[in-house]
């Protein structure tokens, strides 16, 4: 059985700095990097708030300067998925999807969240075939055409305004009557000639012979003045929220009723000592790269600190 004293699951702003952190205490982490290399910041398009870039990059940019610091020192980084922990006793125990097993001292978990779906077999169906859950990663196949993105926050708002740079014109579905973005993206979405709100809109199914042709749609559902009608779209983007990738934890690990990881106060301690939660699994509230970074760094030196009063 590899013995590992700090290992880090997951990467992405959280799990690379705890790695730069781990590294320079003399921890030896390792890092894996699990099912997407970065996490979620590659498939943003422009970052613009990260402070230390005044110019804008994306996040596959800043991403790749991350890794590159970990390379840097000489942290061993893999890409393995963990599907099965057993944090009954330390050394914790951890299994991974091509077989191999490793115990660990620490653990810092770092594995971020997933975009959410609303739950229509149609979602499935057109999957990869005008269905996305990210418009910077398929937005290039929609160029001229019609699509549609489903949400009414930041997400929704950033990736309707990136759609709306390459598509003729742009539907931001919001079954509210109202944008929960930020103030700035609701004015830039407002602004944009390409992009149309429908508020108080529901989709309740897609259709199309081979692929997305349209959004089968209800306007004020279960309502005075209920109407369904058929939206035809190119493509369908969805942008409703994320899901905590915390569920090979939770027999152990403390988590809120929606999957969060529970953590101490302002602390990365997670219930079970010497395991640590970092970014966006254990963040329902800021969700953002800056804070995920730091409390990357949190758990590393906690990490530390654990292992030396051990």
């Known amino acids: 059985?590899?013995?590992?004293?700090?290992?880090?699951?997951?990467?992405?702003?959280?799990?690379?700095?705890?790695?730069?952190?781990?590294?320079?205490?003399?921890?030896?982490?390792?890092?894996?990097?699990?099912?997407?290399?970065?996490?979620?910041?590659?498939?943003?398009?422009?970052?613009?708030?990260?402070?230390?870039?005044?110019?804008?990059?994306?996040?596959?940019?800043?991403?790749d300067l991350m890794r590159q610091q970990v390379d840097n020192f000489g942290v061993e980084v893999r890409e393995h998925v963990c599907v099965k922990s057993d944090l009954s006793k330390a050394p914790y125990h951890f299994t991974f999807e091509d077989g191999s097993e490793v115990e660990a001292d620490t653990v810092i978990i770092a594995t971020g969240a997933s975009a959410k779906f609303l739950g229509l077999d149609d979602e499935k169906k057109y999957m990869g075939q005008g269905v996305s859950a990210c418009a910077t990663c398929d937005g290039f196949f929609y160029r001229?055409?019609?699509?549609?993105?489903?949400?009414?926050?930041?997400?929704?708002?950033?990736?309707?305004?990136?759609?709306?740079?390459?598509?003729?014109?742009?539907?931001?579905?919001?079954?509210?009557?109202?944008?929960?973005?930020?103030?700035?993206?609701?004015?830039r979405v407002m602004k944009n000639e390409k992009i149309e709100v429908l508020f108080e809109t529901n989709t309740e199914g897609l259709y199309g012979e081979d692929g997305v042709e349209g959004a089968h749609l209800v306007y004020k559902r279960g309502e005075a003045g209920e109407r369904r009608y058929d939206l035809p779209i190119d493509g369908f983007f969805l942008a409703i929220g994320h899901r905590p990738n915390s569920e090979v934890f939770k027999p152990w690990i403390e988590t809120d009723e929606t999957g969060f990881i529970k953590t101490e106060g302002t602390s990365p301690k997670t219930n079970i000592p010497g395991v640590f939660a970092a970014g966006d699994v254990a963040d329902p509230t800021y969700r953002q790269a800056i804070v995920a970074a730091g409390s990357g760094c949190k758990a590393a030196m906690e990490a530390e600190k654990y292992l030396n009063e051990m």
């Open 144 to 187: 001229k055409k019609v699509v549609a993105v489903v949400g009414g926050g930041d997400t929704a708002c950033g990736e309707a305004l990136y759609l709306a740079s390459l598509a003729s014109k742009v539907y931001i579905i919001v079954r509210k009557p109202y944008l929960r973005a930020s103030k700035i993206l609701q004015e």
């Open 1 to 63: 059985m590899e013995h590992i004293k700090c290992l880090i699951i997951g990467s992405g702003p959280a799990g690379y700095t705890a790695a730069i952190y781990a590294s320079r205490a003399n921890l030896a982490p390792v890092v894996y990097e699990g099912i997407q290399p970065g996490g979620q910041l590659t498939i943003t398009d422009v970052i613009e708030n990260f402070p230390g870039h005044p110019e804008e990059l994306s996040g596959q940019d800043l991403m």
